[in-house]
C-alpha cells in the first residue's frame, strides 16, 4: 500500500522560512517522481515542485524558483520542501504526491496523494 506522509507546516510571518517533508512508503523510491503540489480556497491546485528519483532534476514553477528547494533522502525515502523568503500568496494546503507522470509538476498525473499539510504566511 502506497502511503505519503506530509509535515512541517504552520503558520510564519512574510520572509520566514518552513521546511516540509514527505514521508513515503509502499513504493520503489527511485522508480517514481515525487512532486509538491499546493491548493489555496477557491484555487485549483497547482504544482510546485517535483522531482524525479531517477535522475533527481529538480523542476519549479516559476512562481517559487530561487525560493523553494526540493531535496531527498533516499535511505529514508523522504522527500523534504524547503520554502524561504514565504510570501502571503504561499498560503495553501500543501500536498505531496507520488507516480510516474510525464509532466511532473501536472497534478492530474498523479494518482498517489498524501493528506496535505497547512502552509500559512502571514503579512
Known amino acids: 500500500e502506497v502511503q505519503l506522509v506530509e509535515s512541517g507546516g504552520g503558520l510564519v510571518q512574510a520572509g520566514g522560512s518552513l521546511r516540509l517533508s514527505c514521508a513515503t512508503s509502499g513504493v520503489t523510491f527511485g522508480d517514481y517522481a515525487i512532486g509538491w503540489f499546493r491548493q489555496a480556497p477557491g484555487k485549483e491546485r497547482e504544482g510546485v515542485s517535483c522531482i524525479h528519483m531517477s535522475d533527481s532534476k529538480p523542476h519549479y514553477a516559476d512562481s517559487v524558483k530561487g525560493r523553494f528547494t526540493i531535496s531527498s533522502d533516499n535511505a529514508k525515502n523522504t522527500v523534504f520542501l524547503q520554502m524561504n523568503r514565504l510570501r502571503p500568496e504561499d498560503t495553501a494546503v500543501y500536498y505531496c504526491?507520488?507516480?510516474?507522470?510525464?509532466?511532473?509538476?501536472?497534478?492530474?498525473?498523479?494518482?498517489?496523494w498524501g493528506q496535505g499539510t497547512q502552509v500559512t504566511v502571514s503579512s
Open positions: 504526491a507520488v507516480d510516474d507522470p510525464f509532466n511532473c509538476l501536472a497534478p492530474d498525473e498523479y494518482d498517489y
